[in-house]
């Protein structure tokens, strides 16, 4: 099982269908881009020097040559490993090193950052700008066939975040990524040979994935000129392309939402909106919903189960009148049909209904491991489960409520809080555009609960009247001590708010006035 052959079969069923866009170009078809494929996959087993198993870094903005090299490293037996365009060089450098890569494509906007990270770089692979005449040239290499690979092979090592330490290679097989691709269609979003992907989130991550059930249906894949999210660009793009879906963050749904053209935007090609990555407050939910109709549907995955643990189908989002309707849509729906997931205790066993644990999840789309280290992975995987470290409660239809990452929890008084209930109050208060839930440590009570808020747009509120407003709609011992009012959250490349970043914010206060 090789996940190239998709490409294979795209070219040999759609050959003239367009595969690739770059705005409303037209950049390749099928059959072009199979070509392209197979003559790089050519140079890299041939000049490249490169061996099956091999690593090869795509350290690339949002690009049609992003997708050329990624199904080339697969289509010569090669692992693939995409990093975050936005990293730093040091960053670069260090994941570069970890996966042991011995070349790396780049884009070139990235070409004097990558040069920067190669000093830093023990191993200095060669690197080859996307599009250079070097590239062109390697494109003109004869073709080779594809390359078997076993299911169980790595194809794919997704690094995670590192938001809380050095990020993580998750070893993601062929068998991981077609199990993905499947369940795209089967749970997600099917899909039509007429219809297409917007990567407006990065290509190295969820809207790369995503780039597979596409190729599975022979569908086009639109990149932005811009190569990154833009509401009015989206907006843009949305009206050009027909039976267009993407992959988004909640922040870019709300972006989307927010912008000043939005309730003037021609929508009618877009199809669905894939979320994920971080919560979707029901608010922001009922808002993308008027807006757009019913064309949401979410996912909650993580990088060692790439986009394949639980959905919140459109119809989930569709069903008003069921009678715990916004109790389900503040859920993160149900296990995909390709996963079992559970509660587990504390010692992994099974919790009842509406009990909260740790979230576990197993099946064909788990990862094999963590990339160089054992240890991590006995850890994460022990059981045969994947150890999500995401808490949560499950009710008896089987629908999952997540509460925190366990390490967000917050302790006072010996009661355990999950700051995502706050949120969820505090951002009904009209005056609220974002808000953030974190503890902050106490001699007496172990932990307080802090909410650092964004007011919204021409509003003036104060602490005061949001303690007032938890007070009517959440349990007084949960509502928060203080409050911090701040122009904006921290978040990292994907969207997700750094709540390490505002933990430390808190201890940096605390130790200025030696509390």
């Known amino acids: 099982m090789n996940i190239a052959q998709l490409m294979r079969r795209a070219a040999q069923t759609r050959p003239d269908g367009v595969a690739l866009a770059t705005g409303d170009v037209a950049h390749a078809t099928y059959g ?64 570069i090193d970890n996966a042991g890569a011995k070349l790396v494509f780049t884009t070139e ?97 969820g809207s790369g994935c995503y780039n597979i059930p596409h190729v ?27 039976g267009i879906a993407f992959f988004a963050a909640p922040t870019i749904v709300k972006r989307l939402v927010d912008h000043p053209g939005a309730a003037r ?37 993580q990088g060692e189960a790439p986009m394949t643990i639980t959905v919140l189908s459109r119809a989930m989002h569709g069903d008003h009148g069921h009678p715990r309707y916004e109790e389900r849509l503040a859920s993160v729906g149900v296990a995909q049909g390709s996963m079992q997931v559970r509660i587990g205790g504390e010692d992994d066993e099974t919790l009842p209904p509406g009990e909260i644990g740790e979230v576990l999840a197993r099946g064909d789309a788990v990862m094999t491991g963590y990339w160089d280290n054992p240890t991590a992975s006995a850890e994460t995987l022990r059981g045969g489960w994947l150890h999500t470290g995401d808490m949560g409660a499950m009710d008896a239809d089987g629908f999952l409520t997540l509460k925190d ?28 555009s974002e808000v953030s839930v974190v503890g902050e440590r106490d001699p007496e009570w172990g932990e307080n609960v802090v909410a650092f808020v964004v007011p919204a747009a021409g509003e003036s509120v104060t602490a005061d009247q949001l303690d007032r407003y938890c007070i009517q709609h959440i349990a007084r011992f949960k509502r928060p001590k203080s409050y911090r009012f701040v122009s904006d959250l921290p978040k990292n490349n994907y969207g997700k708010v750094l709540k390490t970043e505002l933990r430390s914010r808190l201890a940096a206060d605390a130790g200025k006035t030696g509390g």
């Open 109 to 205: 906007d990235l070409a004097e950052t990558l040069a920067e990270s190669q000093r830093a770089s023990a191993g200095r692979p060669r690197v080859i700008v996307a599009a250079s005449g070097e590239y062109q040239t390697m494109l003109r290499h004869a073709a080779i066939g594809l390359v078997d690979r076993a299911p169980e092979d790595n194809a794919w090592l997704f690094y995670t975040s590192g938001t809380t330490g050095r990020p993580k290679g998750a070893m993601l097989s062929h068998r991981v990524l077609m199990t993905m691709a499947l369940t795209y269609m089967a749970d997600v979003d099917p899909i039509g040979p007429d219809d297409c992907v917007l990567h407006v989130a990065p290509m190295s991550h």
């Open 265 to 301: 935007a021609d929508t009618g090609n877009l199809k669905t909106i894939v979320y994920g990555g971080g919560p979707m407050y029901v608010a922001d939910s009922k808002q993308a919903l008027s807006l757009f109709g019913n064309k949401l549907v979410q996912i909650f995955a």
């Open 216 to 242: 599975m249906a022979a569908a086009k894949q639109v990149i932005p000129a811009s190569g990154r999210f833009d509401a009015g660009e989206t907006y843009e793009l949305i009206r050009a392309h027909k």
């Open 32 to 95: 072009e881009l199979a070509g392209r494929v197979q003559a790089l996959a050519g140079w890299l087993r041939g000049p490249g020097g490169l061996m099956p198993g091999d690593r090869v870094a795509l350290a690339m903005t949002n690009s049609a040559e992003f997708i050329e090299a990624q199904y080339a490293i697969w289509h010569a037996g090669l692992t693939a490993v995409p990093i975050n365009s936005k990293l730093h060089a040091s960053e670069f450098a260090w994941i």
């Open 405 to 432: 990452r366990s390490k967000d929890m917050i302790i006072s008084g010996g009661t355990n809080i999950y700051p995502r209930e706050i949120e969820e109050a505090l951002l009904h208060h009209p005056g609220v």
